[in-house]
């Protein structure tokens, strides 16, 4: 036994041999222990597929009369009794909307699914099919139709551990057949190999024999076939080999001998050139090190250089983008002072004007000649107002003062706005489920105008421009946006398109590729959207045509009814305390309250509003609202007086309003003290809105709370 060991760990013909036929054992048997395992696999996976497809379509079959009349106590029978076979994992019956009629697992039953890889099932054809397999499970559904028509899923899951387990079994039989297999292939070979080998094995003794010098024994003939012709031919070279070596051993003295007396000369010349190598080694090696002194002192010149020049070209180009971010930013600033200013004046005389305007039609018949002249006074100081508007989004970033409106009139005056004159046809649409937003709607018009000019201006003498208005709902990721419902506004021209270097430079100030291009206007429609939280894409195709589209959150809580195309006056009664520095203003807002049936008086700054109060207070006959300019130059401005007459009496409704629409207070009045806001300039429908919800807000309260 132990020579067999020996000769099993040594690269012998015996055991290629055992290896040989136990490998050949080995992969036959694997062989058909694979394929048997491959073909029970295959087997069993079919007949969990064809089981579980049929399972389902008796599901869909079984509940149809149940999701028909909506018997979800039969239609839970139905699951359970699915349910007690130990194969099924979870049975269930869904609506096409995903909702759960009845699960295995009651719990679920009333729920959704969640699964987005599951919902997307539900938009599918209507066909039973798998919808999930691994080695453990498989699951399907089968649609519930009737007549024709999908009114549900079936859902059915069954476990696979069974078959897991068959498997297993016929795996580890096939598994003890090779150990057998191999084992007796094994013994067999030792058998064969034995008598095979035993003659080589002897003339490899002599082999070994002769590699260590060992001529003298000749290797035992045993037999008279080949191996033995080959042991006596081997025999014979070693006599050969013996006789050999002594001549070689004679030769080999007399060379030693002649080689020694060579080596003597051979030593004392290399020792004369090995001196004298050492000395042009030496030269050549201080040589070296003068050059490579020389090379380091220049790299290092080199690199200080070039890290200088490198330091300077940084520096002025530091200095130069320095330079025109701050050019830049007093030609803003320069502009800001300059539009906020010139929008307040403009609108303190536009309010006189509109004012008064709105006032005379109050006087007259919608027939009256007269009124139609007033009207297309009133259409020119609104456009004005949105110019002024305008130059304060720009100049200054007024926040917006937002309130719930219909989007859809909004589209349709821009549209509208840009239409007159044009040689191009526009196509317009708007949902009609459109959703309402919270925004400032003279902004946003603004921002549409701007986005509808720019896309008049990119088109030839004809053409058509196409307007869309549309509900949107963005998820996570898809657009820089958070997650929620938004109102869509695209606007698509087909006209020369942007150059791909200029689109991501679009919405900076001043930057235009028209000749008679200020760039301000894409600029300003940016502002506004970003500052509404909403978003502008843009997609261009050059010869092509652009379009942006305009994203707007929308009103959380439900779509409003459009505006009626007139104003409407709202009349009412009580006492109004109106402070205005402006004497035309304040002669104009007492007309018009007084027109629509309220006592009026009247303040020129702060102070003199205070004493107004206090002396109506005390008289017993108080204001029932205030209305406060903002802005007082040289007195008390509506903040501060707004502050003082809360200390005063802390029931008192107070009103702000002003030509700086910009102004954070108009944004966000309330956080001021505010009641209600009125930007300059007004109309007297609007004044007479805000009047009516702040003081029928009041009385309702007043009522429901006895002081």
């Not at 010098?213 to 003939?221: C, G, I, M, N, T």
């Not at 109060?613 to 007082?632: N, P, Q």
């Not at 702000?656 to 629409?661: A, D, N, P």
């Amino acid at each position: 036994m132990k020579w067999t060991l020996q000769s099993l760990r040594n690269p012998s013909i015996r055991r290629q041999l055992i290896i040989g036929v136990a490998v050949v054992h080995l992969v036959l048997m694997s062989s058909f222990v694979i394929d048997l395992t491959y073909r029970q696999r295959s087997f069993l996976t079919d007949r969990a597929k064809t089981r579980v497809l049929f399972q389902a379509d008796v599901l869909a079959t079984s509940s149809l009369p149940y999701v028909i009349v909506d018997d979800l106590a039969g239609l839970s029978e139905i699951v359970d009794a699915f349910s007690r076979d130990r194969t099924v994992r979870y049975a269930m019956v869904t609506d096409l909307e995903g909702r759960i009629l009845s699960h295995s697992d009651h719990a679920k039953t009333g729920q959704y699914v969640q699964e987005p890889a599951i919902r997307r099932v539900l938009t599918g054809p209507a066909e039973s099919r798998l919808l999930y397999e691994s080695p453990l499970t498989v699951q399907a559904l089968a649609p519930i139709s009737v007549h024709g028509r999908q009114i549900g899923w079936a859902w059915l899951g069954i476990d696979r551990s069974g078959d897991q387990q068959h498997l297993a079994h016929v795996t580890r039989s096939g598994v003890l057949y090779i150990f057998f297999a191999v084992m007796i292939g094994a013994a067999f070979a030792i058998v064969v190999a034995s008598t095979v080998t035993r003659p080589l094995r002897r003339l490899l003794l002599g082999a070994e024999r002769l590699s260590q010098d060992r001529l003298d024994e000749a290797v035992p003939v045993t037999s008279k076939n080949e191996v033995g012709v080959v042991t006596v031919a081997f025999n014979a070279a070693m006599e050969r080999l013996a006789r050999q070596r002594g001549q070689l051993r004679a030769a080999r003295d007399e060379l030693e001998k002649r080689v020694e007396e060579r080596t003597e000369e051979l030593a004392k010349a290399n020792a004369i050139l090995a001196e004298e190598i050492r000395e042009r080694s030496d030269a050549q090696g201080a040589l070296r090190r003068v050059h490579a002194e020389l090379e380091e002192r220049v790299k290092e010149r080199t690199a200080e250089l070039a890290q200088t020049n490198e330091q300077l070209r940084t520096e002025i180009e530091q200095r130069e983008h320095v330079e025109d971010e701050l050019l830049r930013a007093l030609k803003l600033e320069s502009l800001g002072v300059l539009a906020g200013g010139i929008a307040h004046d403009f609108n303190n005389f536009l309010t006189a004007v509109r004012g008064n305007v709105e006032v005379a039609k109050m006087h007259l018949h919608p027939g009256d000649p007269v009124y139609e002249f007033l009207e297309q006074a009133a259409r020119g100081c609104e456009r004005a107002a949105s110019l002024a508007s305008q130059l304060l989004t720009f100049g200054k970033g007024g926040a917006p003062v937002r309130r719930t409106v219909s989007v859809a009139p909004l589209v349709r005056d821009a549209v509208a706005l840009v239409r007159a004159g044009a040689q191009f046809s526009l196509d317009l649409a708007i949902a009609d489920d459109l959703w309402s937003a919270e925004i400032d709607p003279e902004q946003i018009s603004q921002s549409l105008h701007n986005i509808l000019l720019n896309a008049r201006q990119s088109m030839p003498e004809s053409g058509i421009i196409e307007v869309r208005a549309e509900n949107f709902v963005s998820e996570a990721g898809s657009l820089p946006l958070s997650a929620g419902r938004y109102v869509r506004i695209s606007v698509r021209d087909y006209g020369c398109g942007i150059p791909s270097d200029a689109l991501p430079k679009i919405f900076d100030p001043y930057f235009t590729t028209k000749q008679t291009g200020s760039g301000l206007g894409l600029a300003t429609a940016y502002t506004i959207v970003a500052k509404h939280n909403g978003h502008i894409a843009v997609q261009s195709t050059l010869g092509v045509g652009t379009e942006f589209s305009v994203y707007l959150p929308a009103f959380k809580q439900c779509r409003l009814a459009e505006a009626p195309a007139n104003d409407v006056l709202h009349r009412g009664s009580g006492r109004i305390l109106v402070m205005d520095d402006e004497d035309p203003l304040r002669l104009l807002l007492a007309r018009a309250l007084e027109h629509l049936g309220y006592e009026v008086e009247c303040a020129r700054e702060g102070a003199e509003a205070i004493v107004l109060y206090e002396r109506a207070k005390a008289s017993g006959r108080s204001f029932d609202a205030v209305l406060l300019d903002l802005t007082i130059p040289g007195g008390m401005g509506g903040v501060e007086t707004a502050s003082k007459l809360r200390a005063i009496d802390s029931s008192v409704k107070l009103i702000v309003s002003s030509g700086y629409s910009d102004a954070p207070v108009m944004a966000e009045f309330r956080k001021y003290g505010f009641d209600g806001v009125i930007p300059k300039p007004w109309k007297p429908s609007h004044l007479s809105e805000v009047l009516q919800g702040i003081l029928v807000t009041n009385r309702e309260q007043t009522r429901s709370f006895p002081r």
